[in-house]
């Protein structure tokens, strides 16, 4: 019997699901290879195990929760909006995606009509002149609430109630607009100052029974999903027990740190993360939860923190999960230095992942287990989640 494979007809245009032929079941079996190249000799050395990657539940579509679009003038008044081509800041249009929540481009496709209609300018690149730049989407997860941003070249947007009303006409599922407001010549999407044009200015979802707030700029996790198989690996191998204090590092607006201290009853989290509005964002979801008096968080440079204030603390475990970059060897020294008994290290970039576990390794610490996560169906991406013990 054959496997299924999808098609779409923008993809080779596109370039984002660059392996949308190939079927799903190769596709994990390409990733597990991958991780099996980069990281399944180490974890046989320590004695530990590299784990069946985790596939999505059901058909690999519609996981995307956050969509963006750029903009550009299209000519007779028509505003064009959709994904660049590959390589090139050339827009290709788009109707539907298929890897998308249904209700994200049909929003971002609003927001261009309503602004030709309005006669709301394009932002022109190359010129650096115009209105709109992007607009970017995240739906609810467990939630229905839809977060509208939308990115301007100008700190006002004129007749902004008129748009307002014009775009829920069209998508009344928008429970909250913002403005953004970025006047760079960049290719960084958000700016840094945020107007709420509609609603709250943020949304809620769930993760693991824990609800947070998220606003225009706060990470999170695109597949909320894959997102809790990610987090439930994590927890788990960090065995967490009453009464253990563990550090959750880039930390973000909370999520893993909050969901360890709501599943295990008197543990007490400490979050460092060095972007303030984050930080800010993590306490106020520790406060939506019932567990400020078990999660703080703190906005600073973690590596610095940890030999500043860390060490004193005692913490049983660590948990980690860096940018695509990867950590550092300071940062893991740090690590190392605290001695905790456990570090759950969560990457979305294994081949990183892999030459900062060589390091940690180094220091004192062993793979138990090594679990690849397909968070992005139809891309080469893999995430994972490492647990460490130390030696």
């Known amino acids: 019997m054959g496997y299924r494979t999808y098609t779409c007809g923008i993809a080779k245009k596109c370039g984002g699901c660059e392996w949308l032929s190939v079927p799903y079941p190769i596709q994990l079996r390409r990733k597990q ?6 990281l399944g000799r180490m974890a046989e050395e320590d004695g530990g195990e590299l784990r069946e990657i985790v596939g999505v539940d059901g058909e690999p579509l519609a996981y ?20 660049y081509a590959r390589g090139t800041h050339r827009i290709v249009p788009c109707d ?94 958000l700016g840094f100052e945020n107007k709420t044009l509609y609603g709250p200015g943020s949304m809620r979802d769930e993760l693991l029974g824990c609800t947070f707030q998220i606003g225009p700029a706060s990470f999170y996790q695109t597949n909320p999903a894959q997102t809790e198989t990610l987090y439930r690996l994590a927890i788990e191998g960090a065995a967490l027990k009453p009464g253990m204090r563990a550090l959750d590092a880039y930390c973000g607006c909370g999520t893993i740190g ?45 590596t610095s923190w940890m030999a500043r204030e860390g060490r004193g603390l005692g913490f049983d475990v660590v948990l980690m999960d860096p940018p695509r970059a990867g950590s550092t060897e300071a940062f893991l ?47 080469k991406h893999t995430e994972s989640v490492a647990v460490l013990a130390r030696r």
């Open 64 to 83: 995307r929760h956050k969509a963006a679009t750029p903009f550009a003038y299209a000519g007779r008044g028509r505003i064009a909006c959709g994904f």
């Open 258 to 302: 909050i969901c360890a201290a709501a599943a295990v009853n008197e543990l007490q989290v400490i979050g460092v993360e060095k972007v303030e509005e984050a930080v800010r964002a993590a306490k106020k979801n520790a406060a939506i939860n019932g567990l400020s008096d078990r999660c703080s968080f703190v906005a600073a440079d973690a």
């Open 96 to 189: 539907e995606c298929l890897v998308e929540d249904p209700r994200a481009r049909k929003v971002l496709n609003a927001v261009a009509r309503v602004a030709a209609e309005q006669h709301i300018p394009a932002y022109d690149e190359d010129r650096g002149t115009g209105v709109l730049r992007h607009a970017v989407v995240r739906c609810g997860y467990a939630t229905d609430d839809v977060l509208l941003t939308v990115v301007t070249n100008t700190p006002s947007l004129r007749k902004a109630e008129k748009f307002v009303d014009a775009l829920l006409a069209e998508a009344p599922e928008v429970t909250s607009i913002v403005q953004n407001v970025n006047t760079r010549r960049t290719n960084a999407i």
């Open 33 to 38: 290879e991958e991780a099996q190249g980069l």
């Open 333 to 379: 020294d740090g690590v190392a230095a605290l001695a905790p008994e456990r570090v759950v290290y969560v990457s979305c970039n294994i081949q990183t992942q892999a030459r900062d576990l060589e390091f940690i390794r180094s220091r004192g610490y062993r793979i138990e287990s090594v679990t690849p996560v397909d968070m992005f169906p139809h891309t």
